[in-house]
Nanobody, 123 residues
Framework: QGQLVESGGGLVQAGGSLRLSCAAS????????MGWFRQAPGKEREFVAA????????RYADSVKGRFTISRDNAKNTVYLEMNSLKPEDTAVYYC????????????????WGQGTQVTVSS
C-alpha cells in the first residue's frame, strides 16, 4: 500500500557523521507524522526522533538530543536524519516510520515501516 525505503547507512568512526534518507512511494505521506527508530541485535526497537506533518515540531530521544536532527521535504516525500558526533552505542539498524498525524509516534502507533539501514560506529 505504501513503502518507505531508507538509505545512507554505513560504517563510520566515532565522532563522525551520517545522513540517512527515507524515500516514500506508493502513496503520499505529506500528512503523516514521521520519524526514526533503531534496533541493535538482541535489543528492542527504540524511538529516536519524530517530526509532525508540517515540520514545525520535532521530538528526540534523550540519548540523541543535540546530536541528531530530523527534517522532512514533503514535496519530495522524503524524511531525513542528520547524525553527528556518532558514538559506538549508536550502532543499530535504523528504521524510517510513519503514523497518524496528531498521535504520538511510538512503536505501537507506527502504521508504516521501512526495511531498515545499518549504521555501524567504530570506536
Amino acid at each position: 500500500q505504501g513503502q518507505l525505503v531508507e538509505s545512507g547507512g554505513g560504517l563510520v568512526q566515532a565522532g563522525g557523521s551520517l545522513r540517512l534518507s527515507c524515500a516514500a512511494s506508493g502513496r503520499t505521506f505529506s500528512r503523516y507524522g514521521m520519524g526514526w527508530f533503531r534496533q541493535a541485535p538482541g535489543k528492542e526497537r527504540e524511538f529516536v526522533a519524530a517530526i509532525n506533518w508540517t515540520g514545525s515540531t520535532t521530538r528526540y530521544a534523550d540519548s540523541v538530543k543535540g546530536r541528531f536532527t530530523i527534517s522532512r521535504d514533503n514535496a519530495k516525500n522524503t524524511v531525513y536524519l542528520e547524525m553527528n558526533s556518532l558514538k559506538p552505542e549508536d550502532t543499530a539498524v535504523y528504521y524510517c516510520a510513519a503514523g497518524p498525524e496528531g498521535v504520538r509516534l511510538t512503536y505501537s502507533t507506527v502504521t508504516y515501516w521501512g526495511q531498515g539501514t545499518q549504521v555501524t560506529v567504530s570506536s
